[in-house]
């Protein structure tokens, strides 16, 4: 047991939880901590704001399964963190977060740099603490860690006073955690199990419904098995995306708001509806009275909150979603699914995913198109928020899981480039494209530093419609044509923004010049990249359901 500060017990644990990027930004609350990080064996990564080395610790988590790490001081610094952790928590993404406080005899008091990180962040998180002995750190961290990690994951917040970071501990880092009342239920129950299969059995017309939950267990390769073994389609959430490979010929696409026809028309008709790490989002449900009418639904999800929650459930299975697709995987049985999928596959045939091309402009969904053409199905890929969000989960074909990083649940514009930079550390022989907008892009674009300091060749493909966009189509379409503040006045040229900062950029205007840009953007191996593809300004993302309303207002391509 060795006697050392809590600053250097909470870099000791992090040596323990094999930590490899701490993403974060210094300021006197956490000045122990950081004096302490100059030395760890560990990257840290400073950011040029507190919100950007939240999404960039989301990017690492996302695409690598294991917990982001961020630490920044106190006040502001902690403030600046919130929009990170409500998107964190909405998406159930693994953080451990660790913000600088003042000293515990000025806890109350409204001291220099004081904010209530704890009473602010306790909605926002799955777990917080506020040190106030050192005594209790190594436990705290690694509950911390277990929490973040376990069941549904998400965000876990220390709130770590200066003077407690400075006091010393007798360090004893514990192997296990052992928090009463948290024990999540993994295995899922065999009667429930067998009830299952036998529903699938009998249907005529199932349909596999996938969320990101699917993603976090790390189980694309039961899920895939599974699908194939019932014979049966099987739709993505925008979270879920990649859960099942792009091309396979069981795979719908997305469903909800702006999925496939065929995908959502699947859902409405079903006979039974196999819901796995899925929440039954408004996004996805519309009008929950009108989603999947003539459906029997089996849910299967980790957090037995998540269950009837939105949607009456026939069959609930609460356990991890790996180890209950292994065990009716072991069972199952197909259903008789021959005139199923003929049938989805003439809804396929008559309202594919489609666009009025051009034979001149950038069509939006052409250039996003191009680009998974080019980099491919293996690359990583995040998106922000708004419509290239939407055209990226229609147009870029997904090979595998842990590839698509988008912010789903809380829709955070600005989400995409730090998660990007996020991913890129931790898959340096990846390529990383983030799909952007430009009014999502200017949200953090000054993460560039961080990313030219480390010589990071993520490629930014800029949707640039001069247009808040999706609030413009809803302006269109719902507000006859009256465009409130969202035309983009006085965006840069952002390619010569992108040198200014070190970077490099190309500006698309044409058709004909989208593939070569992407083509050169690949040769740059040591900077970031910006495609600023100038594309229509009017576009719209076909298909939608107005929100709240059910598959029978789709619209569609005229």
Request: charged share 20%; glycine share 8%; proline share 6%.
């Amino acid at each position: 047991m060795a006697k050392m500060t809590g600053a250097q017990a909470v870099v000791e644990a992090f040596v323990k939880e094999r930590v490899e990027h701490v993403f974060g930004l210094p300021g006197g609350a956490c000045l122990p901590l950081f004096d302490r990080l100059y030395d760890a064996p560990f990257k840290v990564v400073l950011v040029r704001h507190e919100q950007g080395a939240v999404h960039m610790a989301e990017g690492y988590a996302r695409s690598t399964g294991r917990p982001g790490v961020v630490v920044v001081t106190s006040g502001p610094g902690a403030t600046n963190t919130v929009t990170g952790l409500a998107d964190a928590y909405m998406d159930s993404i693994p953080l451990v977060v660790i913000t600088g406080q003042v000293k515990t005899h000025l806890i109350g008091n409204d001291a220099f740099q004081e904010a209530d990180t704890t009473g602010i962040t306790r909605p926002i998180t799955k777990y917080n603490y506020l040190v106030r002995d050192v005594r209790e750190l190594p436990r705290i961290l690694k509950e911390a860690f277990y929490i973040a990690t376990h069941g549904r994951p998400g965000p876990v917040l220390i709130d770590f006073p200066s003077d407690v970071s400075l006091a010393e501990v007798d360090f004893h880092y514990p192997e296990t955690a052992n928090i009463r009342g948290f024990k999540p239920t993994m295995q899922g129950h065999p009667g429930q199990i067998k009830k299952a299969a036998k529903l699938i059995a009998e249907s005529k017309r199932p349909v596999v419904y996938t969320g990101g939950g699917v993603i976090i267990a790390n189980a694309a390769p039961e899920l895939k098995e599974f699908a194939e073994k019932i014979n049966a389609p099987c739709t993505n959430t925008l979270m879920g995306l990649g859960g099942v490979p792009g091309s396979h010929p069981l795979f719908l696409g997305m469903l909800g708001m702006h999925g496939t026809v065929y995908a959502n028309k699947a859902v409405h008709e079903c006979d039974c509806l196999i819901a796995v790490g899925a929440r039954f989002d408004d996004r996805v449900t519309g009008d929950i009275k009108k989603f999947a009418p003539k459906a029997k639904v089996i849910h299967i999800d980790v957090d037995p909150s998540a269950i009837s929650k939105n949607v009456k459930v026939d069959v609930p299975i609460v356990g991890d979603v790996k180890e209950v697709l292994r065990e009716l995987n072991k069972i199952v049985k197909a259903a008789d699914t021959g005139d199923w999928l003929e049938q989805i596959a003439h809804w396929r045939k008559e309202s594919p995913l489609r666009y009025k091309d051009d034979p001149v402009s950038v069509r939006p969904q052409y250039a996003i198109g191009k680009l998974s053409e080019i980099f491919g199905p293996d690359a990583v890929v995040t998106t922000d928020v708004g419509q290239h969000q939407m055209w990226a989960a229609q147009y870029y074909v997904l090979n595998g899981p842990n590839q698509f990083l988008t912010s789903g649940g809380l829709g955070t514009m600005g989400y995409g480039f730090p998660a990007a930079v996020g991913a890129q550390l931790a898959h340096p022989d990846k390529p990383v494209v983030c799909i952007t907008g430009d009014g999502s892009f200017q949200m953090n674009i000054q993460e560039m530093s961080t990313a030219v300091v480390w010589k990071l060749p993520v490629k930014i493909a800029i949707i640039n419609n001069n247009y808040l966009g999706m609030v413009r189509q809803w302006q269109e379409i719902f507000y006859k044509h009256r465009y409130s503040s969202s035309y983009m006045e006085g965006n840069p040229d952002f390619v010569k923004l992108a040198e200014a900062y070190g970077a490099v950029g190309i500006r698309v205007t044409e058709k004909k010049d989208v593939e070569k840009a992407i083509e050169w953007s690949k040769t740059i191996t040591d900077r970031p990249c910006v495609l600023d593809f100038v594309v229509t300004e009017e576009e719209n993302v076909f298909p939608m359901i107005p929100s709240g309303q059910s598959i029978e207002q789709m619209m569609d391509m005229a």
